[in-house]
């Protein structure tokens, strides 16, 4: 990922504000840019944009939302503050904390208002470590839909995006002020495009398995469900550039995902009474400790895996989101009428599992203590027919990345702000501190979708001074 010096820039094609990356991040940044008249392009390495914003259940987490008005949801700003410093146990950057949940409700007023990005409150269970109903998402619970909305939005405002356009190097002068960039096509062509500043949207490290192996080897040897481009570029070209990186041991895990299928289960089965099992039947965890640091809790269990156990009422619930519908589609969903037989149709020893959920069922009722420390009382007690699937621990995206400040400009390590450089998404050092126990649910397009307002706001200010 070279940066080139800015004299050698070759073009006389010129476009104030480029955009590396057309997931929910950049394209979140082109709108904004276009709303202030800029000119602004939009560069995506694949044929369609899609990235890890395609790939997730599609929630945003925000605060004082007019859709939680709507139904009664009080949330202000510091609770949503305290929620996410309290789940990375103080370890983020608290004000860029602040500035993301400040900005959260007006930016998803902004999308479902002005917009017609259409979201919805959902409020049929809250995730671990959010107090109150405050993810906002698709009618199908899917990135998929999200980013078709996006990107049907760029096409009616007239935000180009380049699509099969590899950016493979940076020009830059000695004072690292961008000045355009390099990108191949995948015939072999190359294209030179200058530039006043540049928004880097290009996620993060999760593909790139040596950096994965270097800074989060305890989740290297599970499944990546992440995009294949996350390859670590933005990193490597802010650290050429003189940038500081921070929290690369950061990383967004997940419990359940089923084995072999590769389909996301919404952790809601287990919020809301499920529980996981090891091939010996047994509970290994406390599922409401949080899915991300579950995720290599899973891949160590004996041939890393584990069985969602659960019953009808949470099954109804999963059919909510589209992947679930996808993986009873696939047969990854068994159903039997006991205990006994969903042993049986899982592969699981009998005694073990009856004992197992006999356990739990007591727990549900208040009768004993979970040695684990997980509270069963919230939720009634799982009744036939009986539910599970096979899954398996995977690595999703990571959340370390570039420093930023407030205004999402990227930092050098004495903290003095690069000229005309910002970045958002998985590019720019998360919300989530230093590893996986810091996500809470959503972190991810909860930095993607704010701090890309965010940078295309300061980009616009720097553009319009």
Known sequence: MPVLPADTLDTDVHIPALIIGAGACGQVAALTLHDAG?????????????GSTALSSGMIPACGTQLQAEK??????GQMRGDLIAKAKGESDPAIVER????????????????????ELVDSFTYPGHSVHRMHAPPSRTGAELMGALTNRCATEGIDILTDAFVTDLFATAESAITGV????????????????????????????????????EIAEAIYCGHVGNQ???????????????????????????????????????????FQVNRDGRRFSNEHGGYSEQGKIVASQPDALAWDIYDTR?????????????????????????????????????????????????????????????????SPPLAAPYFGIKVCGALFHTQGGLVI??????????????????????????????????????????????LGRIAGQSAAALLNP
């Open 72 to 77: 009664g949801v009080i949330d202000p700003v």
């Open 314 to 378: 949470c099954h109804e619930l999963g059919l909510e989101f589209e992947d679930y519908r996808d993986a009873v589609e696939a047969g990854a969903v068994i159903q039997a009428d006991t205990i006994e037989g969903l042993a049986r149709e899982l592969g699981l020893p009998k005694d073990a599992l009856e004992a197992t959920a006999g356990g739990v069922a007591g727990f549900a009722q208040g009768l004993g203590q979970d040695s684990f420390g997980r509270d069963f009382t919230k």
């Open 405 to 450: 400040d407030t205004a999402a400009r990227v930092l050098r390590e004495d903290g003095s702000r690069l000229p005309n450089l910002f970045a958002g998404g998985g590019a720019a050092r998360g919300l989530s501190g230093k590893a996986d126990y810091g996500y809470l649910s959503g972190n991810g397009l909860l930095a993607a979708v704010m």
């Open 100 to 119: 993301v949940c400040e900005v959260s409700g007006p930016t998803i007023d902004w999308l479902t208002g002005e917009k017609g990005i259409p979201l």
């Open 232 to 274: 670590g570029d933005a990193i490597r070209w802010g650290e050429t550039l003189g940038a500081a990186a921070a929290d690369l041991g950061s990383f967004q895990g997940h419990g359940s995902v089923a084995h072999q299928h590769n389909i996301l289960i919404s952790w809601a089965l287990m919020m809301e009474g499920g």
């Open 38 to 50: 800029q000119p602004v392009l939009l560069i995506e390495r694949d044929p369609v944009p899609q």
């Open 182 to 217: 390099r990108i191949a096509r995948p015939d072999g062509g190359v294209e030179e495009i200058g530039c006043d500043a540049l928004i880097l949207a290009c996620n993060g490290f999760g593909g790139n398995i040596d950096m994965v192996r270097q800074y989060i080897p």
